[in-house]
Nanobody
Framework: QVQLVESGGGLVQAGGSLRLSCAAS????????IGWFRQAPGKERKFVAA????????DYADSVKGRFTISRDNAKNTVYLQMNSLNSEDTAVYYC????????????????????WGQGTQVTVSS
């Protein structure tokens, strides 16, 4: 079992930045790959970014490439999502998710890849 708690969301002006955190508790945090997803009002939940079990591989949705950076600090049991140059289309509830080791990495952009989910944190971008 692993528990995930997102934090760092809030209200930010267009062009601004936020850093989201995903704090995990449970057995051997480094054994989990971590993904970020987001869901805007009235829309389906979409993949944002993911980082591999060892941190050596990252993936990003096309809509956030060059603006968002995912990283992990296993000593702190935390994964971060640095979000820069935010715009109104980034407004959503952001969720982090954890996947057990042993899966094929190409599936990390899909929700079915993940075993555990956090409660989400709201990000609102104003103009």
């Amino acid at each position: 079992q692993v528990q995930l708690v997102e934090s760092g969301g809030g209200l930010v002006q267009a062009g601004g930045s936020l850093r989201l955190s995903c704090a995990a508790s449970g057995r051997t945090f480094s054994s989990y790959a971590i993904g970020w997803f987001r869901q805007a009002p009235g829309k389906e939940r979409k993949f944002v970014a993911a980082i591999s079990w060892g941190g050596g591989t990252t993936d990003y949705a096309d809509s956030v490439k060059g603006r968002f950076t995912i990283s992990r600090d296993n000593a702190k049991n935390t994964v971060y999502l640095q979000m820069n140059s935010l715009n109104s289309e980034d407004t959503a509830v952001y969720y982090c998710a954890a996947a057990l080791t042993g899966r094929r990495w190409y599936g990390a952009t899909g929700e079915d890849f993940y075993d555990y989910w956090g409660q989400g944190t709201q990000v609102t971008v104003s103009s």
